[in-house]
């Protein structure tokens, strides 16, 4: 089993920033890919960002593209995402997500852990 925990949302005006965190833990969370999604009211969950632990490889939505950041941080068992430039199509509930499978994690049927997500809204 693996755990996540996601914190850091918020309301930001558009042009802003946030950074969202995501505390993994369990016996195997190191084996999986860690990802970000998103969804907002009325559409799917779609992928944002992905990275592995090691932190070498990293993937990227193109709509977020030179925008938001991912990060890693092992010694506290935390990802990140730095979301910059914020804009209002950018409001959602962002989903942390781990794959034990699939690279890039883009796929949101072959997750196999969510948490439970954190509401990001950029005000126009």
């Known amino acids: 089993q693996v755990q996540l925990v996601e914190s850091g949302g918020g309301l930001v005006q558009a042009g802003g920033s946030l950074r969202l965190s995501c505390a993994a833990s369990?016996?195997?969370?190191?084996?999986?890919?860690m990802g970000w999604f998103r969804q907002a009211p009325g559409k799917e969950r779609e992928f944002v960002a992905a990275?592995?632990?090691?932190?070498?490889?990293?993937a990227y939505a193109d709509s977020v593209k030179g925008r938001f950041t991912m990060s890693i941080d092992n010694a506290k068992n935390t990802v990140y995402l730095q979301m910059n430039s914020l804009k209002p199509e950018d409001t959602a509930v962002y989903y942390c997500?781990?794959?034990?499978?699939?690279?890039?994690?883009?796929?949101?049927?072959?997750?196999?852990?969510w948490g439970k997500g954190t509401q990001v809204t950029a005000s126009s």
């Open positions: 997500a781990a794959d034990l499978s699939s690279w890039p994690p883009a796929d949101r049927k072959r997750i196999d852990y």
């Open positions: 369990g016996r195997t969370f190191r084996r999986y890919a």
């Open positions: 990275m592995r632990w090691s932190g070498i490889n990293t």
